[in-house]
């Protein structure tokens, strides 16, 4: 069955530093990618998506590209903010099937 | 996109009673889902809701106890009913606007806690 597996945390790392968090999947065809993060308290919000293979989602310095061949979507970031403190979850979703999520890592950016 | 309102946004209930949990969309969505998110995990689909017929479980989740409405396009509830303190968790909404866009955006979530 399809699953998404991502790197266990905490990621911790200083302000400035560059981020890495890995994710690899299985699936059947050609999933659309997400990530998705999770500020304290909060609920999820969408951060990048990619619907294709070699697709880049970015946003807010975030970047991840969709890579087929190894089926992996790592997220990544060049200067890490402690405002970037958070929960992130990798996701996939077929059409109309149920979204499948990562078991998150947790990153703390300390100043 | 889509705006989810959930409420109430948190809640401690008393053992073996019921929470109505409502999640409003603000545009009409093809898919509704529920989620629980247990304390420093990830997310599992509790079941998907559908409009004007029974939701659809995921394994290890029934009807009796996890009661879901949909009564239309932009509208749902998930009941906790006869509550124990292994249902302490956030409970989170989540929809999806149409099958082109996968995306699926997510309420704030219900952070219950039973006593």
């Known amino acids: 069955g399809n699953s998404v597996t991502q790197m266990e945390g905490p990621v911790t790392l200083s302000e400035e530093a560059f981020l890495t968090i890995n994710c690899t999947y299985t699936?059947?065809?050609?999933?659309?990618l997400f990530w998705y993060v999770q500020y304290p308290g909060e609920g999820l919000q969408l951060l990048l998506k990619a619907t294709k293979a070699d697709d880049k989602g970015s946003n807010k310095g975030f970047e991840a590209t969709y890579r087929k061949e190894t089926t992996s979507f790592h997220l990544e970031k060049g200067s890490v903010q402690v405002s970037d403190s958070a929960v992130y979850f990798c996701?996939?979703?077929?059409?109309?099937?149920?979204?499948?999520f990562g078991t998150g890592t947790r990153l703390q950016v300390f100043p | 996109s889509a705006v989810i309102s959930q409420k109430p946004s948190r809640d401690i209930c008393q053992r073996g009673t019921s929470l109505t949990i409502q999640c409003q969309v603000d545009s009409q969505v093809t898919m509704m889902f529920w989620y629980r998110q247990q304390p420093g995990q990830s997310l599992t689909l509790i079941a998907t809701a559908n409009q004007g017929s029974e939701a659809t479980y995921e394994s290890g989740f029934v009807i009796d106890k996890f009661p879901i409405s949909r009564p239309n396009l932009t509208f749902s509830t998930l009941t906790v009913s006869n509550m124990s303190p292994e249902d302490s968790s956030i409970y989170l909404c989540?929809?999806?606007?149409?099958?082109?866009?996968?995306?699926?955006?997510f309420g704030q979530g219900t952070r219950l806690t039973v006593v």
């Open positions: 996701a996939l979703r077929k059409s109309t099937d149920k979204l499948i």
């Open positions: 989540s929809a999806v606007t149409d099958s082109v866009n996968t995306e699926a955006f």
């Open positions: 699936a059947t065809g050609y999933p659309s």
